[in-house]
């Protein structure tokens, strides 16, 4: 019998789930709360409980390459980084011409989910979901929750000694939609993430005075790269992954910082991170730095205590006349239709195998999508992930044992610990964690043997960007257009912007990004062995 999905979600990682469940065979009904596809991307004017919720001026940080469905490319004329609304266009042109509205319910919540009595041999789910005041239930053979882990604003209020004698206004970041209202206005933006250095530099061309405060800093890294290329498609490569991972940790460390300062000293802007090796996610913000340098952004330590009307920080400098304070402090995940033993199976923590299935689960049934977050895009990353819990769902490919999949975590655990500087983080090495999916299917490219039988291919494979259309040369749901979406990407990357023909459209060289590093580490080690 044909197995029966529930998806719960109808964003990016419940699309790319519905289409893994068609081309495996399987029977998926999916579970949107809201009234369109799109999720994250979905802007409403207003911020919905349960829902995530996006500010007018969201662009993406990816570019349309390294973003985009592995077989289902940008128009060639869409900008290579959009506006939220270019690429909710892009999302529902896929959901139709991949024929995946028709398994969509809007409108409808999933208010619980439970295990069958018989789960341990069944591995099937009861699914109660509601629309319209009517609660309906259902039995299902698998649940894959593609709810995203933008939800649920973190406001850490308790941390801020004096915070409710504060007479000003004071919410979330996920509350913020555009920044008329803050004319004129005294702003205070905590947290110096994406969304913290978005608004706060857009608020400071209307607000009075903009400042940031923040506890550890952070690289904030331009959407334009060397040579005015996507930085992605310049700094996400597989050489540019090899050379992170196997020089030696000083090498790497270095070259790192260097890239990162590249664009301008972030010690002379008060940003500079507390600990500037770790690959924390950085900040990408093309406005920031200018912003500080005209005096309508400064930046500032943690709070340390507010008072009706001002706010004291670390260093003991006062924000006097405080009218709003903006929390840009993140969020938090949950599932509330969820018993929280089957994700936090341990420690109170996300335990999840690859990040994906729960190990403690007596049948692989379930499977979280898009509870990653990497340098790499989403779609990619949800459109594998998806492919390989169908795959596993079904029973085509299966998983460790519970001892094998804990000592997975724990390894990577320690890993994570040390490049981000938590174990807990989703945070992932993308190529590394694409490929390591890409394995289970059998979908990852032979680059030994491209070399051999496609040279021109091989080359733009590894020391090119690392793209979707790589995951879908080979394998189960190979795409035949993928080898030249491969060789043409570039080409769609300089459309957009050659609007005034002023000569030939330049490519960048394959070899230059990663000529520099190479002959300092190869003078680093003969230096190393002339002197020992």
Not at 4 to 10: C, E, H, Q, T, W
Not at 57 to 74: L, Q, R
Not at 84 to 90: A, G, V
Not at 167 to 183: A, L, R
């Amino acid at each position: 019998m044909v197995k029966k999905v529930a998806i719960i979600g109808a964003g990016i990682s419940g699309l790319a789930s519905i289409r893994s469940c068609l081309e495996e065979g399987l029977e998926p009904t999916c579970f949107e709360k809201g009234e369109d596809v799109g999720g994250l991307w979905k802007f409403s004017d207003h911020a919905e409980e349960g829902r995530a919720s996006i500010y007018r001026s969201v662009f993406t940080n990816s570019s349309k390459e390294m973003t985009c469905f592995p077989d289902f490319p940008f128009p060639d004329d869409f900008p290579n980084f959009m506006h939220n609304s270019k690429l909710q266009e892009y999302i529902t042109a896929f959901a139709k011409e991949k024929n995946l509205l028709r398994y969509i319910q809007l409108k409808t919540l999933v208010s619980s989910v439970n295990k069958r009595p018989d789960f341990s041999v069944t591995g099937q789910w009861d699914v109660i979901t509601e629309k319209d005041g009517k609660k309906e239930s259902a039995v299902f053979d698998a649940v894959m929750i593609c709810s995203g882990h933008h939800v649920y604003p973190n406001l850490p209020k308790e941390s801020f000694q004096g915070l409710q004698l504060f007479k000003g206004k004071c919410f979330h970041s996920w509350d913020y939609k555009e920044p008329g209202i803050f004319k004129g206005k005294r702003v205070l933006v905590i947290g110096l993430g994406n969304s913290g250095c978005d608004i706060a530099s857009e608020l400071s061309h209307t607000a009075e005075q903009v400042i940031v405060s923040s506890r550890s800093g952070s690289w904030v890294m331009s959407r334009v790269w060397h040579g005015g290329y996507p930085w992605d498609m310049m700094f996400i490569t597989r050489f540019e992954t090899f050379l992170n991972n196997n020089l030696p940790t000083v090498i790497s460390d270095w070259w790192y910082v260097k890239q990162m300062n590249a664009r301008f000293k972030h010690e002379n802007y008060g940003l500079m991170p507390l600990n500037g090796t770790l690959r924390k996610e950085p900040v990408f913000n093309d406005e920031l730095p200018a912003r500080i340098l005209c005096g309508t952004v400064t930046v500032k330590p943690n709070v340390k205590e507010f008072t009706e009307t001002s706010a004291i920080f670390e260093d003991g400098t006062v924000f006097e006349a405080i009218d709003c304070v903006i929390f840009a402090t993140g969020y938090s995940y949950a599932y509330p239709f969820l018993d929280d033993s089957i994700i936090k199976s341990r420690d109170n923590e996300v335990t999840l195998f690859k990040g994906i299935f729960p190990p403690s689960l007596e049948k692989p049934t379930m499977a979280v999508i898009g509870l990653v977050q990497s340098l790499g895009a989403v779609i990619p990353t949800t459109d594998l992930q998806s492919r390989w819990a169908v795959r596993v769902i079904k029973g085509t490919c299966t998983l460790p044992s519970v001892k094998d999949m804990m000592n997975d975590i724990d390894e990577k655990m320690g890993k994570k610990l040390k490049w981000f500087g938590k174990s807990n983080t989703i945070q992932t090495d993308y190529i590394v964690y694409m490929d390591e999916l890409a394995s289970f299917i059998g979908a990852k490219p032979n680059i030994p043997w491209l070399f051999l039988t496609d040279p021109k291919l091989a080359l733009e494979v590894y020391f090119g960007p690392c793209s979707s259309y790589q995951f879908r040369l080979v394998g189960p749901g190979k795409w035949p257009g993928a080898r030249n979406a491969i060789l043409t990407q570039w080409d769609r990357t300089l459309k957009p912007t050659t609007t005034r023909i002023v000569g030939s459209p330049l490519k960048p060289c394959l070899f230059c990004s990663w000529f520099r590093p190479v002959l300092i580490s190869v003078l680093s080690i003969a230096a190393f062995l002339v002197l020992f």
